[in-house]
T-cell receptor, first 114, second 115 residues
Framework: DVKVTQSSRYLVKRTGEKVFLECVQD?????MFWYRQDPGLGLRLIYF???????EKGDIPEGYSVSREKKERFSLILESASTNQTSMYLC?????????????FGDGTRLSIL | AQKVTQAQTEISVVEKEDVTLDCVYE???????LFWYKQPPSGELVFLIR??????QNEISGRYSWNFQKSTSSFNFTITASQVVDSAVYFC????????????FGQGTELSVKP
């Protein structure tokens, strides 16, 4: 089974801090994704990556950046955390760019910015 | 543009009732894929099914069944004899060849099954 592991289930940070959310997958997937989930808004794509060192903006990239130095790891960075970034963050991976295989998700990180 | 609509925000049923979750999609492409995911209270999204646009056969897996109708652009999900463990948020999603593996999600339907 595909395993997508997010570094924290719950995280509390302060406004202005630089926050790192880590995601690791163990199935040699090329694609990796970061979403945030808010009540009433569903899942919104922040950033995604099709390969090492590649990144592409999703629908709501403002205030975020990402890093993919190794194929299995995709990091989401909040450069200067703000209270409106309090949310549930979900990482996902899938096989390859045009394979249309399902995305597999991690358990999520509930991030609170105080 | 691609779009997925799950008009039912919340559904509440009593255990053993059958329940259908609706999903309507929009896409201009002839080749596309549809997915259903389950998100239990613990938070992780669990993949349930993938269906491509050329396969309109309905699928049954235990108490779960899916009805794909291209004529109405719908991909509905039915749970037969619902159980409390079915309580979750269910998401329908769409991907086509132009999306490069990205999914377009519906807003989700929160299903509550009461004993």
């Amino acid at each position: 089974d595909v395993k997508v592991t997010q570094s924290s289930r719950y995280l509390v940070k302060r406004t202005g801090e630089k926050v790192f959310l880590e995601c690791v997958q163990d199935m040699d997937h090329e694609n990796m994704f970061w979403y945030r989930q808010d009540p009433g808004l569903g899942l919104r794509l922040i950033y995604f990556s099709y390969d090492v060192k590649m990144k592409e903006k999703g629908d709501i990239p403002e205030g975020y950046s990402v890093s993919r130095e190794k194929k299995e790891r995709f990091s989401l960075i909040l450069e200067s955390a703000s209270t409106n970034q309090t949310s549930m963050y979900l990482c996902a991976s899938s096989l390859a760019r045009y394979s249309n295989q399902p995305q597999h998700f991690g358990d999520g990180t509930r991030l609170s910015i105080l | 543009a691609q779009k997925v609509t799950q008009a039912q925000t919340e559904i509440s049923v009593v255990e053993k009732e059958d329940v259908t979750l609706d999903c309507v999609y929009e896409t201009r492409d002839t080749t596309y894929y549809l997915f259903w995911y389950k998100q239990p209270p613990s938070g992780e999204l669990v993949f349930l099914i993938r269906r491509n646009s050329f396969d309109e056969q309905n699928e049954i897996s235990g108490r779960y069944s899916w009805n794909f109708q291209k004529s109405t652009s719908s991909f509905n999900f039915t749970i037969t004899a619902s159980q409390v463990v079915d309580s979750a948020v269910y998401f329908c999603a769409l991907s086509d060849l132009n999306q490069g593996g990205k999914l377009i999600f519906g807003q989700g339907t929160e299903l509550s099954v009461k004993p």
